[in-house]
């Protein structure tokens, strides 16, 4: 495996509640955000709240799209603070946290992402999953934690 693909993601308690908070409050929309933070273990330590940008509007139940100047000025943002953009959030309100195809097809791999979903059966408690994206071949459910 490639130094660089994470084995586990570690999620800080704020940066945690905060993308949580973040992206149910988007609902009925599908709610977006930045994941900030390090490599070396990869851990979240920041989150950056986007708008979802989706043209037409009446489709961001179903699509995001993260603002190009908001990516900008996350990266330029962690940079300053020797964090990284590690990849994205977004929520899928009315289905189960797996990345759809036009989620890969948007997504420049290789990259993290994190979705917020409807647990399974239908009508448990949102789900929280944590995806790799490599740069060929299918996504891979990564396991994460919460670190302090």
Known sequence: MNPQTPVELRIGRQALTLLEAVLVVAAPEEGCALLLGGRDPWTVRRVWPCLNVWEPPAERRRRFALDPREQLLAQ??????????????????????????????????????????????????????CWWLPEQGSPRRLAWRMDD
Do not use: C, N, Y
């Open 76 to 129: 330029k943002w962690a940079r300053s603070r020797g964090l990284s953009v590690l990849g994205s959030a977004h929520s899928h309100p009315a289905s189960e946290p797996v990345p759809s195809a036009l989620d890969r097809s948007l997504s420049f791999a290789p990259t993290l992402m994190l979705i917020l979903g409807q647990g399974t059966p239908a009508g448990s408690p949102l789900s929280l999953a």
